[in-house]
Structure formats: C-alpha cells, structure tokens
C-alpha cells in the first residue's frame, strides 16, 4: 500500500512540475536525490562523482521534464539520465589517464639539443616541469599542437573533442605556463 502511494505522489509530483510548479519539483528533487546519487555510486565506486553525476543529471531532469510522456517513466528516465552522466564521468576519467600516460611515455628533448644553450637548461627544466603539472586534457593539447604540430582541427579529431575546447585547453594552459615561466606561479 505505502509503495503505491509513493508511486502516486511521485506521478502527481512528476505531472505538476512538467506544468511548472517549482515547489513540485523541490518535492520530486527531495524524494529522488539519495535514489540517483546511491544509483550513481553504484556505477562509479566514488561518492564525489556520484554527486556530481546526479546533479548534472537534475539539471537534464529539469530541462526535460516537461517533455516526459508518461509520468510513470519518470524513474526509468531519471535513472537513464544519471546512468549517462556516470558513463560520461568514467569515459573522462579513462580518457585523462590515457592521455596523461601517452604524453609521459613522451621523450624529453635532451637540454643538451643544439638550439639550447646551458644559459636556456633551467628555463627549458621549469617549462617541462610545468608542463607536467598541467592538466592531462590541456597537456595533451599543447603536446599534440606544439610538440607534434598538429592543427586545432587535427588535435580535436585526435582528442575526439570540438574544436572550440581544444582552442580553450590551449589558452588557459599557455596562460599557466606563461605564468610560470614569467614568475608568477599563483595563477
């Protein structure tokens, strides 16, 4: 009885807030949260992402709520959402770890090379050092882009990004090395 009760309420709460009633979808976001993010913690081991895969998930749930059909569907539907958002968290996470270890299987230029003087080896150390530091998605970019003179569309293709985030992957990690290289490593 106390299960179809809940289910009832659920469909009433799914049916207001598709009509707009904020207070229902407050009520639907309270009944349902926990569900998602246990779900979520099922399939990705790890609570910090567990909540951030539902919480992209109720941003998608309140997008589309209103074009939810059947609001018995709605746990179907809500699970489906949150269980794309974890498949994309892990892809990512999979995808960092790939390229962070492609680009440490990278051989340094030796500081020895004929271009760089003794005077050039700590700016070159601190660069590569810098590098390093970067985050893998942004490493891999200046590596594919600088070292291996891809294009941005080259680089996209190979990141299996837009091109637009390989453009801003660069800039934020030619701001940080700049940085860096400039002294002012509080960026």
């Known amino acids: 009885m106390r299960e179809t009760t809940g289910r009832i309420l659920d469909e009433y709460l799914v049916v207001a807030a598709a009509a707009g009633d904020r207070r229902a979808f407050e009520d639907l976001a309270r009944r349902w949260h926990r569900k998602l993010v246990a779900h979520a913690w099922r399939l990705t081991g790890d609570g910090e992402a567990a909540r951030d895969a539902a919480q992209a998930g109720w941003v998608e749930i309140a997008r589309g709520i209103g074009g939810l ?6 746990p179907a539907w809500a ?6 958002r974890c498949a994309g968290l892990i892809a990512g996470r999979q995808q960092d770890r790939v390229l962070a270890r492609a680009f440490a299987a990278q051989p340094e230029p030796a500081p020895d090379a004929p271009h760089w003087g003794a005077a050039h080896r700590p700016e070159v150390e601190r660069l590569h050092a810098a590098i390093r530091d970067l985050p893998p998605a942004q490493r891999a970019a200046i590596a ?11 680089t996209a293709v190979a990141l299996d990004v837009p091109a637009g985030t390989i453009k801003t992957r660069l800039m934020h990690a030619r701001r940080t090395l700049r940085a860096v290289l400039e002294g ?4």
């Open 69 to 74: 059909r059947d609001e018995r569907a709605f």
């Open 79 to 84: 699970y489906r959402i949150v269980s794309r």
């Open 144 to 154: 594919l882009f600088h070292f291996e003179e891809m294009t941005v569309a080259e």
């Open 184 to 187: 002012d490593e509080d960026v």
